[in-house]
């Protein structure tokens, strides 16, 4: 991510690019869970002049589906692994997001939201209530999701389970497709990239908001 953090930074945001433990690095379930809800609470300590009301979430891939949860934590139940959050965020941005855990799952046939969550929706409903953004949708905080329509990594069906979600609910979720290798599952996070600039744009306007 750090490409994109040069670039937030040069169109005047702060940001708190943060890292979990991930499976196979003491992660999984609950651990990277928590890691994510904690490094977001933990701006609330930073010696900064942060204007925390108006913090924004972003996340690619695995990272999209940990910045839907936790713009969602709100939701979970108190003694859930990141419940109470100390920082409600005004926006929040998937790029390429595995935001359908259960549709993941089936998907891939288990694969990395197995490894992620230690079984199946099935063997776990508990657990896949409580991290699937699917699930605990919506979050209090308008949505936009970016992907792309041949993303071969993480499906585009994933990001259209969710804004249908949202919009049953009337949520604010917004789905932009991207055709093209412009859409391709890495060109999100490269800063030139038109995936990028739709992201980056609709940040900007959240400014006024």
Known sequence: MRGLVADLLRRGWATWNIEYRRVGEGGGWPATFVDVADAIDHLRELPAPLDLDAVSLLGHSAGGHLALWAAARRHLPEAAPGAGPAIEPRAVIGQAAVCDLAGAYRMWRGGAVRSLMGGS????????????????????????????????TVSVQLSRSYARRGEQLGAAVELVEIEGSAGGHRAHIDPRGSAWSTAAQWLEETRSR
């Open 121 to 152: 929706p099935g063997e776990l409903p508990e657990r896949y209530a409580l991290s699937d953004p699917l699930a605990l949708a919506p979050p209090p905080a308008p949505v936009l999701l970016v992907h792309g329509v041949a993303d071969a």
